[in-house]
């Protein structure tokens, strides 16, 4: 069994920045795509950020600018480096690994808060 451990949530003031990082508990050896996902109380869950075994990007509109992507395949991690924190940004925030099956691996989620 695969599990997605996620860290760096927490509570931070407007204008802030957090670094969330999600890491595999075993190998994953055929990764093709990390992403972010977050989901706010009364919403639907939306994509944030999302990673290619390219390189290759795509953000939500909200979220450009401010909010970086990134990853270590070595690692079998995930990074998302926010910056410039809204309220509107708070939300649990989940990761995802898709592979080049239809298998896909999801974290337990991590809750970030900004306060203004």
């Known amino acids: 069994q695969v599990q997605l451990v996620e860290s760096g949530g927490g509570l931070v003031q407007a204008g802030g920045s957090l670094r969330l990082s999600c890491a595999a508990s075993k190998s994953i050896f055929d990764i093709h795509a990390m992403g972010w996902y977050r989901q706010a109380p009364g919403k639907q869950r939306e994509l944030v950020a999302r990673?290619?075994?390219?390189?290759?990007?795509n953000y939500a509109d909200s979220v450009k600018g401010r909010f970086t992507i990134s990853r270590d395949n070595t690692k079998n991690t995930v990074y998302l480096q926010m910056n410039s924190l809204k309220p509107e940004d708070t939300a649990v925030y989940y990761c995802n690994f898709d592979t080049w099956t239809t298998r896909q691996y999801w974290g337990q989620g991590t809750q970030v808060t900004v306060s203004s």
């Open positions: 990673i290619t075994s390219g390189i290759s990007t």
